[in-house]
């Protein structure tokens, strides 16, 4: 009877710790979209609302991030929207769900562990100890930033297949222990195979699953004593190396051990790459400053996650600046020294304090992939969501009254029979963990408040990181929505002096000033400045420029004209940092066609566009500029960009491997873009014979 009352007691804990989180959270659910979820979710309506299986294998194999496309990812958004545009509200439930799934799953994870090391008389402890650790993870306000960032999805569902992977790889161990090797050998290959492969194809860093076993195996299980393992009669000593069935062991080289150098001898490419052949130039920093800077970002990581605190930077992190030396910044070889000697320490450590170092070298193999030698940018805070996970397990465990000092098991936890003195020291822990579940809720539910309002959350952000452009030019933005241009003036004019070439500061100065009726010369000199200098800003110049131009021709600013917006793209393409970039400089191409348009010059217009998919032979581009063409009222230039496209699909080279290559298929078997260019050009061809017919 006690026994069942206390897994009542362990279920009413864990559902407590469920709801606690659902309060923490709710506030956060009722904000918008923010940043990438504009450059992903919007596939969801590209080629039409996801309603039948045509539509739905072009959305599903449209992914460009990773080889793999992310399809798990794109998948799950299904879930909540088939269409764009779409409301944030379902795909926010859903992550917070994920979320929970996911607490629970790493709950039942430390359970699993922690009876794989501790006698039976502590289950009832360890089981309290599992749900604590995973109540700190859950409600750490750190992973605000990951779930209620909608396309971060793609960090969250990664984590849940590890945690399933896990799950399955440590019950087929047992299993094979204990003499059921086949059932043992199945679910270790279902388990390290099969959730590392739904991990990949929901990001990259799925692959980590089996480093992430191998950490545990040698961390944690082979250093627990016989002593502290079940007592069971004839059954091997499944804590000792030498009791190992050799199937097992051949299964984790196999699964574990030959994905894990495959891993190791990637990222060291990867790293010789950078260093030999440079990075890329949407990167202004060198291979080797970002592993001088990446020691920095991960003790920043972890101050975070050991001393928590309501508001964090959140989605910025250009201000982090790159080290360019072991002395600059000056905290460049401390925390280079300080990571070392915590895995050092951590591997030195794992026979006495087993707990403590999984935790630790969890966490740093969890981050391998993103803050090592992957050009990735230097900072984000959901690189921490999978790594964290065990962080906290070893505080749960010392609460509970479980530790270990040389191999065996101290009891604290209160009883009857234990002194006074050691019972109030029992009844404080509790008292503890209770201060601290509440703090991290309170402090989440802080959070997740801001999250839940747009306008204040951006003024937030920039005051958290001033020296962010980004922050400053997004709550500039929403200072100008909200109808107050002569703040968002007085932000960026202070902003500018710092990072002049910032064309999202000087461009978003523009579009203020015209609220007030009148662009200064001054403004277009910063402006042609910023542009000459800049590096990639990505989607921001089409946004800016198709907007300005709008503008322009509507005479809604005075000083903003067609002449000014060219020689500011004339000022772009004269940037080798941005010509460089493809993509970049048929934008800036595209854009002066879409000026030639506004100018009515449709020969300039049809010239530009051809030279801008020179660049980049993409049906779609042409799709589009050939209907801007029709819709400008020069159907027969549409229809002569469409033979310059014809023209060169023969020299065009199609994706060779990955999901690029399997979209292509996808498009080629429902001969998707031939059916839409015949359907364009039947289009124009009337348009212009209804031109020819009415100056007849």
Not at 401 to 423: C, D, E, F, S, Y
Request: hydrophobic share 50%.
């Amino acid at each position: 009877m006690s026994y069942r009352l206390s897994i009542l007691s362990i279920m009413l804990l864990a559902a407590s710790v469920l709801a606690l989180a659902v309060w923490a959270y709710a506030p956060g659910l009722h904000g918008g979209f923010l940043f990438d979820d504009f450059g992903n979710l919007p596939a969801l309506g590209t080629s039409g609302p996801v309603d039948n299986w045509a539509t739905f294998f072009r959305y599903i194999t449209s992914g460009a991030a990773d080889p793999t496309g992310r399809p798990m990812a794109l998948l799950s958004f299904l879930l909540d929207a088939r269409d764009w545009p779409a409301a944030p509200y379902p795909f926010k439930r859903t992550n917070l769900l994920l979320h929970l799934l996911n607490g629970v799953l790493l709950a039942l994870l430390l359970r699993r562990l922690g009876r794989e090391s501790f006698v039976p008389a502590e289950r009832g402890r360890n089981d309290v100890a599992a749900v604590l650790g995973a109540a700190f993870w859950l409600l750490h306000p750190l992973l605000v930033s990951t779930t209620l960032y909608i396309v971060q999805r793609e960090a969250m569902l990664p984590a849940s297949f590890t945690l399933l992977g896990l799950l399955l790889w440590l019950h087929g161990r047992h299993a094979m222990l204990h003499d059921r090797p086949r059932r043992g050998l199945c679910w270790i290959v279902v388990g390290l195979g099969g959730c590392t492969v739904f991990g990949v194809l929901s990001k990259a860093n799925g692959v980590l699953l089996p480093s992430l076993a191998l950490v545990i195996e040698y961390v944690w299980l082979q250093q627990c004593s016989p002593a502290m393992r079940e007592p069971e009669a004839a059954l091997p000593a499944s804590g000792s190396r030498q009791s190992l069935p050799s199937a097992y062991r051949q299964s984790m080289l196999l699964l574990a051990g030959l994905p894990s150098l495959l891993l190791g001898a990637y990222l060291l490419h990867a790293g010789w790459s950078g260093f030999v052949h440079g990075v890329s130039a949407l990167r202004p920093w060198t291979m080797g400053q970002r592993l001088l800077t990446e020691p920095r970002v991960l003790m920043d990581y972890l101050d975070l996650l050991w001393l928590p605190r309501p508001f964090t930077p959140g989605l910025f992190n250009d201000q982090v600046s790159a080290s360019t030396s072991l002395w600059s910044p000056a905290t460049t070889l401390p925390a280079l020294l300080a990571v070392f000697s915590l895995i050092v320490g951590a591997w030195c450590l794992r026979t006495k304090f087993p707990a403590l170092a999984l935790a630790i070298l969890f966490y740093f193999v969890g981050q391998m992939m993103e803050s090592t030698t992957l050009q990735l940018e230097l900072y984000f805070e959901h690189r921490n969501y999978l790594p964290a996970m065990l962080m906290f397990w070893p505080l749960a465990l010392w609460l509970v009254g479980i530790t270990q000092r040389n191999q065996h098991l101290v009891a604290t936890w209160p009883h009857k029979a234990m002194p006074n003195k050691l019972r109030s020291v029992a009844m404080l822990k509790s008292a503890l963990a209770f201060v601290l579940l509440s703090g991290l809720a309170v402090m989440t539910h802080a959070c997740t408040a801001v999250w839940g309002n747009t306008h204040d959350q951006a003024l937030l952000w920039a005051r958290l990181n001033p020296g962010s452009p980004r922050a400053q030019a997004n709550a500039a933005l929403l200072e100008m929505a909200a109808g107050k241009p002569q703040q968002a003036i007085a932000r960026l004019t202070t902003a500018l002096p710092t990072d002049p070439d910032q064309v999202q500061l000087s461009f978003n100065l523009i579009g203020a000033h015209c609220m007030l009726g009148k662009v200064s010369a001054s403004d277009f000199e910063l402006a042609r400045q910023a542009i000459s200098r800049t590096r990639d800003p990505g989607s921001l110049l089409a946004h800016w420029f198709d907007s300005s131009i709008e503008a322009a021709v509507q005479g809604r600013c005075h000083g903003l004209d067609l002449t000014t917006l060219d020689s500011l793209l004339d000022a772009g393409l004269a940037n080798p940092k941005l010509v460089e970039v493809d993509g970049r400089h048929q934008d800036l191409l595209y854009l002066k066609g879409h000026i030639a348009l506004a100018r009515h010059d449709p020969a300039a217009a049809l010239r530009d566009f051809n030279a801008a998919l020179d660049l980049d032979v993409r049906t779609g581009a042409a799709l589009n500029q050939a209907a801007l063409l029709g819709a400008a009222g020069y159907p027969q230039e549409g229809l002569a960009h469409l033979d310059h496209y014809r023209a060169l699909q023969v020299p065009r080279v199609s994706p060779t491997s990955g999901m690029p290559w399997l979209h292509a298929w996808v498009l080629q078997r429902q001969d998707y873009w031939p059916k839409e260019v015949q359907r364009l050009r039947d289009t124009l061809r009337q348009d212009a014979q209804a031109k020819v017919a009415g100056h007849q």
